[in-house]
């Protein structure tokens, strides 16, 4: 059986807030924006604060969003590629793999406002167990953690149909127990209340206010 005390860097793209959460209907920009800042703040403080994971890194050309996640204690780099969610994983990981060769790497997406380090923890230990693994979102068809051991490309799959996708490129999928909050990802209005039932993070649970 593989090492399941695996190190982790886990890279987190932040899209720039101005164009995020689009389908979040009834909010102006302004309230959007806040949201997925909100949310992403979230997520970065549950994964720093996961005990398999060494170093969060968030690819982001968003200055507030960039200052706002180093706060927090992410490491954050600017998104050269400027080609979409995947490259910049990759972007990510590969400046990972130059520091610390000997991690696993991770990408997980940034809207997990309910996200927990204990269930991040579980999930990156079983995903130690092989190659290449990820977590599909609570619909069955995406995916909000995609990850590769050291030796492993490290090849994200992220977008629609990303679950089969990762299935069909031999990526394990991770059926755990207990991993609503890494399941839940936020697009909608109800997107958001499913999280509120699991639990928000504080900064979400403010910025989402009367939504939930």
Same mark, same amino acid.
Not at 82 to 89: E, I, Q, R, T, Y
Not at 94 to 118: F, H, I, Q, S, V
Not at 164 to 192: F, K, M, Q, Y
């Given at each position: ?6 190190? +982790? !860097? ?10 995020? @959460? !689009?389908?979040?209907?009834? *909010? ?22 996961? !005990? =398999? ?15 706002? *996640? ?9 998104? @050269? ?18 520091? +610390? ?94 999280? =509120? ?16």
């Amino acid at each position: 059986m593989l090492e399941t005390s695996l190190r +982790w !860097s886990l890279v987190i793209p932040v899209k720039v807030l101005a164009l995020a @959460k !689009s389908r979040i209907t009834g *909010l102006p920009g302004a309230r959007r924006a806040e949201l997925a800042l909100a949310m992403a703040a979230d997520a970065v403080t549950a994964a720093s604060a996961c !005990s =398999a994971v060494d170093t969060v890194i968030v690819v982001t050309d968003d200055a507030a969003a960039g200052a706002e *996640l180093s706060g927090l204690g992410a490491l954050v780099l600017p998104d @050269k590629p400027g080609d979409g969610l995947n490259p910049a994983l990759a972007f990510g990981a590969a400046y990972a793999d130059e520091r +610390w060769p000997g991690r696993g790497r991770a990408g997980m997406a940034a809207d997990l406002p309910a996200l927990g380090a204990a269930e991040l923890a579980r999930a990156l230990g079983t995903a130690a167990r092989a190659g290449q693994a990820f977590v599909a979102d609570a619909a069955g068809t995406g995916t909000t953690l995609y990850t590769a051991r050291p030796e492993v490309a490290f090849s994200p799959r992220f977008g629609p149909g990303s679950r089969e996708a990762h299935r069909s490129a031999g990526a394990v999928e991770l059926l755990l127990p207990g991993l609503d909050g890494l399941r839940c990802d936020v697009d909608t209005i109800a997107d958001l209340r499913d999280a =509120a039932r699991i639990g928000l993070g504080p900064r979400t649970s403010v910025a989402a206010g009367a939504l939930t």
